[in-house]
């Protein structure tokens, strides 16, 4: 399904987001307030634009809230224009504001002014955002290696009122469901084979990538 999403801010943090999302089909709006910056990725992205997003009425322009996650980017030497564009983006509707920061003091503030998610980056963690912000279902992805991936996801529709011995994933993909959060926040770990999976589950798993791909229930 594709998406649409706005990266606030095109350092290497928020190109390798724009990157990401790019790769894995989706519509991206980047701005940045650097012209040479614009010139540079204007190739590598849907759409760039030089804007500053601490102008209120620049910001009017672009429909914040048609964008499925705005991405607040800005280097951390300029804290004061990331707080501000993030209460600025808050205000006008935004329905999911990720913020970088390079300081736990400085994800705090921003958490404070409207940030649903603060990240403390770069490059690797900017992969995982992209990773993370392109599925349905994936709620946290962590790549142990280049071959063996931990995710966090919401319960696949194909997996609910089903247990482990009817999916049999271990079997069929090799793949290994770790824990399972209820709604109540209880955790299994490791869920009974007996266990039938509800839509309030978040599953916590883990696999070699080439045979999670196969799970065509799962966004990966």
């Given at each position: ?13 928020g ?51 048609e ?13 004061q ?15 999911r ?88 926040g ?22 070699e ?12």
């Amino acid at each position: 399904m594709k998406r649409s999403f706005l990266i606030i801010g095109l350092g290497r943090f928020g190109i390798n987001i724009a990157r990401t999302l790019t790769k894995e089909g989706h519509s991206v709006l980047g701005i940045d307030n650097n012209e040479n910056v614009i010139q540079k990725f204007s190739f590598e992205i849907d759409n760039v634009m030089k804007l500053d997003s601490t102008d209120s009425e620049a910001l009017d322009s672009i429909g914040i809230p048609e964008f499925e996650a705005v991405v607040i980017c800005i280097g951390e030497k300029y804290i004061q224009n990331s707080i501000l564009a993030t209460l600025l983006v808050k205000e006008k509707g935004a329905k999911r504001i990720i913020a970088k920061a390079g300081t736990k003091v400085q994800g705090k503030v921003l958490s404070k002014v409207g940030a649903d998610t603060v990240i403390f980056p770069e490059k690797e963690m900017g992969e995982r955002v992209g990773k993370i912000l392109s599925s349905n279902n994936i709620i946290d992805y962590i790549e142990l290696s280049s071959d063996v991936t931990i995710l966090e996801l919401k319960t696949p529709g194909q997996m609910i009122g089903r247990d482990l011995i009817e999916l049999n994933l271990r079997k069929k993909y090799g793949v290994t469901i770790i824990s399972v959060k209820d709604s109540e926040g209880n955790v299994k770990t490791p869920p009974d084979v007996n266990y039938k999976f509800t839509a309030e589950d978040i599953l916590t798993l883990i696999g070699e990538n080439k045979l999670l791909k196969k799970l065509h229930f799962i966004d990966f």
